[in-house]
């Protein structure tokens, strides 16, 4: 394919829209959508490479455990992008268009240690949330149909994170990787954390 494409994204005034909003409101609803569209493309294919770079104890359980999350967090990218369309604009599911429009980094580890990855995972999910529970705010008073959707995402995307936070977690309730304000830093507090249980 020529590399001619620029930077692509839902943006731009629908000729229609839903009946209810107008063409500018449902460009403001599809422009957040997008940046929620890019976060769960990435989150789906961060998971899978987790799911083939994990190796060591617990391998089997890691492993086994993120598929159902990849296929749920995939078919929230679909309903995110078919909401894009249903509001008049067009979706962009390219991988360079992601890559452009994302404001976060490309996940940062390669093969390692379950717990180490779930370590990292802990700060994956814990930014998408955020930033759904942002989304939600900020398409709530427009279109609830929006916000609806986005919080049946986030309660799923919370009970992933739960799972993911359950491996690292002790019994007085504390979470190894509190505090770390990176991947590669959660990614070794995890390690750390495991170490000393089984000390
Ligand atoms: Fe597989």
């Known amino acids: 394919m020529a590399k001619e494409s620029k930077k692509m994204k839902a943006e731009g005034v629908p000729l229609y829209t839903v009946p209810g909003l107008t063409p500018e409101q449902a460009a403001e609803i599809a422009a957040v959508l997008q940046d929620r569209l890019n976060a769960l493309t990435d989150l789906h294919l961060t998971l899978k490479h987790v ?117 690292l977690e002790t019994s007085g309730g504390q979470l190894s990787t509190a505090g770390a304000s990176s991947e590669v830093q959660a990614r070794s507090q995890a390690r750390a954390g495991a170490k000393r249980k089984t000390a």
């Not at 604009?89 to 093969?111: C, E, M």
């Open 51 to 167: 799911h083939w770079n994990v190796v060591g104890p617990h391998f089997v359980a890691v492993h086994e455990m993120l598929d159902p999350q990849v296929d749920a967090v995939r078919e929230m990218a679909d309903t995110t992008a078919e909401r894009i369309a249903t509001l008049g604009l067009s979706p962009y599911g390219t991988p360079g268009a992601l890559v452009a429009d994302r404001s976060w980094d490309d996940y940062s580890i390669g093969r390692a240690g379950a717990i180490e990855h779930l370590g990292a995972l802990d700060l994956v999910y814990s930014g998408v949330i955020q930033d759904h529970r942002r989304a939600v705010e900020a398409t709530g008073e427009l279109d609830p149909i929006t916000e609806d959707m986005l919080i049946a995402q986030s309660a799923q995307l919370e009970q992933y994170h739960w799972f993911v936070r359950a491996h």
